[in-house]
């Protein structure tokens, strides 16, 4: 029987009775072995006075932990979570306390709208002074408690150890997020002993819940009714490892399937099943599937706005099978016909197994998809403007990117051209700031995932506005020895914002000039890393292999056209079936009487949507 793991925070309050033996140590030592005893060698962190007993004692395990030290405590959590995304593995963060622990609460909300494991270590005042506006002091319970999974202050330190366990074992189990611990200052320099009992155990702790099979009948029931299924993976596949599984069940089935941007990757997009991403700036056939199927079945997706647009247009006239391991997320947004508690992986086993041997009636269908898909993939935007367009950026960067290597963006117009036009074929190589689209997340996530990935190439796709907000950790990546190829696409523009003045308010452009910008090229000089300027084509494609070939970091300064569109799009608060822009000549008629005609069945001609 398969099942689910979801954790009872009430059962994790319960603490096994103490055993402690061996010589004493300190709270400090105690957090370093706590995390390498959960399998993590690394954190990312900046130290100040609330947390330098921890620090003086992270030096007792140099060669068997790292620390990185980065420039910003914002960067510091960001590379924590691209790290746990490659890795699979809860990150770790450390901050001091007052504003080197608010600086990590950006860091920790985007973890916990993109679902990733983290634990991340605040420094608190003594505890004798909380409560009394101490120097530093900040109510970190307060802040964090809508943003993590769980929070805990430790008061004593011999609970620390096994706070230090709860926090992996929260971060990690179910949906997995951020969870934080405020470590007061005197815990860090308190003595103890280590525990000397068998591993802490929390199978107390969580529920174990077979996959309802007779939802999973349910939902193999509406299959078989369907003549236009359509597979939506989200974010929660990855985290489930489920990429193998659904992979397996969109063969098998022969059912076109579309991604989240969190999700890419996880289908191979150069298969012909595979039609990229869905959303706000999804491929317009993925958004064609969504539109016109008529049974969607989802993994691990939590369908924001992002995706459904306007959501009652969203649900018209198509059957929704929900499965997602929080129970709470299905029917939240959207009605599910079918809803499913489940991990994706055993969900998409179990739905696999009940529809052995069946054979679906929607060939037609799937042929119709690969055929738009082809035509979507030669798509070629007009550009408006003087300048290198985005998508031969792109284009380019297809052709010298590795399937094993990792790609990071910031967030804006570059994030959506790198998601549109990059083609991944494995999960954990595209990792970018999704819920929270937090700019300046690319330099920092590309440093952590070149720590936790050295023996690839790690490519971050930033733009020059969310490159100015972590710019800083260009010293971080200097100093830590990793390399990182950055991929600067200068537009001079606050790209998106300008792309909505543009199309929304009559041109009006507010706030968004980026002229004057510094020498980019000049200040990666200046933190010891080479930076090459790529002003056309050609020196853009021998950049990318150079800096594909070195053994260090490169920082490519690329300029493309100032007001380049990332079209089609759905308009904010729109509908899905409003897709319009560039390749879409009338607003929601995603493929053109031309395109059409080159389906095979001539009755398909005549639809012109």
Same mark, same amino acid.
């Not at 949906?175 to 320099?189: A, C, S």
């Not at 939902?219 to 193998?244: C, Q, T, W, Y």
């Not at 939240?332 to 179990?350: C, L, Q, S």
């Not at 993939?377 to 550009?383: A, D, I, M, Q, S």
């Given at each position: ?112 709208? &993109? ?13 004798? /002074? ?195 391991? &929080? ?35 929607? &060939? ?11 035509? =979507? ?110 991929? /600067? ?44 300027? =790529? ?75």
């Amino acid at each position: 029987m398969t099942k689910s793991i979801h954790t009872s925070p009430s059962a994790l309050a319960a603490s096994p009775s103490a055993s402690y033996a061996g010589e004493p140590v300190t709270g400090g030592q105690v957090v370093v072995e706590g995390i390498l005893q959960n399998g993590v060698d690394v954190a990312f962190g900046y130290p100040g006075g609330a947390v330098m007993p921890l620090y003086d004692d992270i030096l007792k395990y140099q060669g068997s932990f790292r620390h990185v030290l980065v420039r910003h405590e914002q960067g510091a959590v960001h590379a924590a979570q691209a790290w746990a995304r490659v890795t699979g593995k809860p990150g770790v963060a450390i901050g001091t306390s007052g504003p080197g622990a608010t600086n990590l609460i950006t860091g920790i909300m985007d973890a916990r709208l &993109d679902s990733t494991p983290l634990v991340v270590f605040g420094g608190q005042v003594a505890t004798h /002074l909380i409560g009394n506006d101490a120097f530093q002091e900040t109510d970190m319970m307060g802040m964090t408690n809508p943003i993590t999974k769980h929070n805990f202050q430790v008061r004593s330190v011999h609970e620390l150890g096994l706070v230090i366990h709860k926090a992996f074992h929260i971060a990690r189990t179910g949906r997995p997020g951020p969870v934080y611990i405020d470590l007061p200052k005197d815990i860090q320099l308190g003595k103890t002993r280590r525990w000397d009992g068998p591993r802490p155990d929390f199978s107390s702790c969580i529920t174990p819940r077979p996959v309802d099979m007779q939802a999973v009948a349910r939902a193999a029931m509406l299959i078989r009714s369907a003549k236009r299924p359509f597979l939506v993976i989200g974010h929660g596949g990855i985290h489930a490892e489920a990429n193998d599984a659904l992979r397996v069940l969109a063969k098998t089935l022969n059912i076109p399937m579309g991604t989240t941007i969190l999700a890419k990757g996880l289908a191979d997009e150069l298969d012909p099943l595979s039609v990229g991403c869905v959303g706000m700036h999804g491929r317009r056939v993925a958004n064609y599937a969504v539109v016109n199927c008529d049974v969607l079945i989802a993994f691990g997706c939590r369908f924001s706005d992002r995706i459904t647009g306007e959501t009652k247009s969203f649900a018209k006239g198509k059957r929704i099978v929900h499965v997602d391991i &929080d129970p709470y997320e299905i029917g939240k947004n959207v009605p599910a016909h079918v809803g499913i508690v489940a991990d994706a992986r055993e969900a998409a086993e179990a739905l696999l197994q009940e529809l052995r041997g069946f054979k679906g009636d929607w &060939d037609a269908w799937t042929d119709r998809i690969k055929v738009l898909r082809d035509i =979507c993939n030669g798509c070629v935007p007009n550009p408006k403007y003087p300048g290198m367009p985005p998508k031969h950026v792109m284009n380019v960067l297809n052709s010298v990117i590795a399937d094993d290597d990792v790609i990071t963006t910031g967030v804006g117009q570059h994030q959506m051209f790198a998601c549109h036009y990059l083609y991944r074929r494995k999960p954990r190589t595209f990792i970018t700031s999704g819920g929270a689209g937090t700019m300046g997340f690319g330099l920092p996530a590309a440093i952590g995932a070149a720590i936790a990935k050295p023996w690839v190439n790690v490519w971050a796709i930033e733009g020059d506005g969310s490159l100015q907000m972590t710019l800083q950790e260009l010293g971080t990546l200097r100093e830590s020895g990793a390399k990182v190829i950055v991929v /600067l696409i200068d537009n001079s523009f606050l790209g998106m914002v300008r792309q909505w003045q543009e199309l929304y308010l009559g041109r009006r452009y507010s706030a968004v000039d980026l002229s004057f910008n510094p020498d980019f090229a000049r200040l990666a000089e200046a933190y010891g890393i080479e930076a090459l300027r =790529c002003e056309d084509g050609k020196s853009l494609k021998e950049g990318l292999k150079h800096a594909r070939d070195a053994a260090h970091s490169v920082f490519l300064h690329v300029r493309v056209e100032k007001e380049s569109n990332m079209l089609p799009m759905i308009p904010p608060g729109g509908k899905v079936s409003e897709f319009f822009g560039y390749c879409i000549e009338e607003p929601g008629q995603f493929f053109t009487q031309a395109e059409l005609a080159k389906l095979c069945d001539p009755a398909e001609k005549k639809e012109g949507a």
